[in-house]
RNA sequence: GGCGCGUUGGCGGAGCAGUUACGCAGCGGUCUGCAAAACCGCGUAGACGGGUGCAACUCCCGUACGUGCCUCCA
């Protein structure tokens, strides 16, 4: 498989370290406010690429970590937690938010979206012994200075500090603003931030160096290293993290591992609202419940996402969420044609038959392809709209049953759409009812077979006459 | 201010130096008891100005606009 390495800015073929076997880190959200849809963008590329992966025969093991402590305000390790603001904000303790906001995000996750879920679903505060002896040997090998606020990572001492964001450290240097926080170096980082004074605050632990709570970017080495090994085959996030969170985790964890912390830097693009930033300013930020709330599925908003490839920039609009769900439903419709075929061909046409199979069959492969090529999800809609498209114009008779289960089962696999369990069969009231209005319309009694389609469209599926019979869908 | 990126038809979105992307929506027609579907056709895409090519949407330069990071963010 080949995928854009952002270290390399290449794309490359994937070799895991161990063969058969992939190591996949990625990092979570941060649980101190309601998730909004870009949020999970991400994660459903992600999705997608485990579920490649596994159908390409490799074991994946994935971590997944949850952020709830730690945060700052400002990745320039100054401002306030974002837990204990959230807190305050409303009014319970860093840890009720943490919960009550992974409760939330698991739910959207799990039951919403429907991702499978990740091997280590790790929150940052299951590890805190672990992050202290994690910055304890940063301390030793003599990284560390100590500030007022916090231990600070002193990334001068690397010679290739910023080598995935190819920072350009001097620059930064001097273009650096006035920097109230008395750090050495404009990039330094927290590694263990104090307690203030004066304040009591929810979440702070004892540490060889005084009270206090570890910093942003310590969790996701430390979790990755204690649950998948010094390096690992493919750190994924948001391309917000290349220039700090991820530079700073790659800083820590080889400057206590002395290897290399991924072999693979995968990032996706953000996508936009009415083509601008999302931003609680805008009031441009939507929610999974949203979507909901204006009557469109979750596989809609998975199909708008993987309609644009994970690395470019994408937008949401309800016309574009609407385009979406309408093909969607096309695609619902010709999955529905399997409750209405047989594996029995009609013998006049059996080497026709066998080809319309052999080309449906073949459609997974092309699928795993174009997945192979850097997760390309555009080709892949096409190559499943094309696929589809076979099935327009022969009569049901022609379509082979198993292998039209096969292809759309192969879609819910790789794309980890719902296809099958949203096309359930019709009830049987609603086939009696269709097969007495193919009987009323050879006897030609227009009026009784209108009556029967308004009967039948009221259950919410509607009929079509072909020369091969009737054929049901779902109605819009 | 520094460093990037983008600009494709009504909307979304690809590839490609010389053939229809594709999807959603729209229009006309054929077919049909009607409807739907299907099929056929249509709308003359490539921000603008130069340049290099026999040939550019596709390469190079500039302009305009948009946008991202540098400051919270997936």
């Known amino acids: 498989m080949k995928i854009y390495n952002t270290m390399t800015r290449k794309k490359e073929e994937l070799m895991p370290l161990e063969a058969n076997k992939v190591r996949l880190y990625t990092c979570g959200l941060t649980v101190y406010s309601q998730p909004h849809i870009g949020n999970w ?3 459903i590329y992600w999705d997608v690429l485990v579920r ?6 490799y074991d994946v093991e994935r971590t997944q970590n949850i952020t709830d402590v730690g945060h700052l305000v400002s990745d320039d390790d100054s401002g306030e937690d974002k837990m204990e603001k959230g807190a305050r904000a409303e009014g319970m303790t860093a840890w009720d938010v943490a919960k009550k906001y992974s409760d939330i995000a698991e739910h959207e996750a799990y039951d919403l979206l429907g991702l499978i879920r990740p091997d280590h679903l790790v929150p940052a505060t299951d590890y805190i012994d672990k992050q202290i002896q994690f910055a304890g040997e940063l301390d030793k090998k003599g990284y560390l200075y100590r500030i007022d606020d916090g231990m600070y990572f002193d990334t001068s001492k690397l010679d290739d500090y ?3 964001a190819r920072l350009d450290t001097e620059g930064l240097q001097a273009g650096a603003r006035v920097d109230m926080t008395g750090k050495k170096h ?5 590694v263990w931030k104090f307690s203030p004074p004066s304040q009591k605050r929810d979440m702070e632990w004892d540490s060889p160096w005084g009270t206090g709570f570890p910093g942003w970017h310590l969790e996701c080495s430390v979790i990755a290293r204690e649950t998948l090994g010094d390096t690992i085959d493919i750190h994924t996030g948001g391309i917000d993290h ?3 969170h991820h530079t700073n985790e790659i800083a820590q964890s080889e400057s206590v591992t002395g290897k290399p912390f991924a072999n693979f830097w995968v990032h996706n693009n953000h996508i936009k609202v009415d083509g601008q930033k999302m931003a609680k300013s805008l009031g441009n930020i939507y929610t999974l419940q949203d979507i909901i709330d204006h009557g469109y599925s979750m596989d809609a908003f998975k199909l708008l996402v993987l309609s644009k490839h994970y690395r470019t920039e994408g937008n949401f609009t309800w016309d574009i969420l609407d385009a979406a769900e309408n093909r969607l439903m096309n695609w619902r419709n010709y999955a529905a ?4 075929t047989h594996d029995t061909l009609r013998n006049d046409d059996e080497k026709d038959n066998d080809d319309k199979s052999i080309s449906l069959l073949a459609t997974r492969h092309a699928l795993l ?3 192979n090529d850097d997760l390309d999800t555009v080709t892949t809609l096409m190559i499943i709209d094309e696929a589809f498209s076979k099935l327009d114009n022969i009569s ?7 292998s039209l289960v096969e292809l759309v089962e192969s879609i819910d696999e790789l794309l980890g759409l719902e296809l099958i369990t949203l096309t359930p069969d019709v009830s049987d009231d609603i086939k009696r009812l269709i097969i007495e209005r193919e009987r009323v319309r050879d006897e030609k009694d227009w009026q009784r077979s209108d009556e029967l389609r308004d009967k039948i469209l009221e259950q919410g599926i509607t009929v079509r006459d072909t020369q091969s019979g009737s054929i049901w869908s779902y109605a819009k």
């Open 162 to 164: 910023g080598k995935l």
């Open 186 to 190: 404009p990039t330094d980082f927290a």
């Open 369 to 371: 392809e174009a997945l």
């Open 242 to 244: 290349i220039p700090v």
């Open 41 to 43: 963008l991400g994660y």
């Open 52 to 57: 490649v992966l596994r159908a390409k025969g």
């Open 396 to 402: 049901l008779d022609h379509i082979h049953q198993s």
């Open 337 to 340: 044609l399997r409750h209405q």
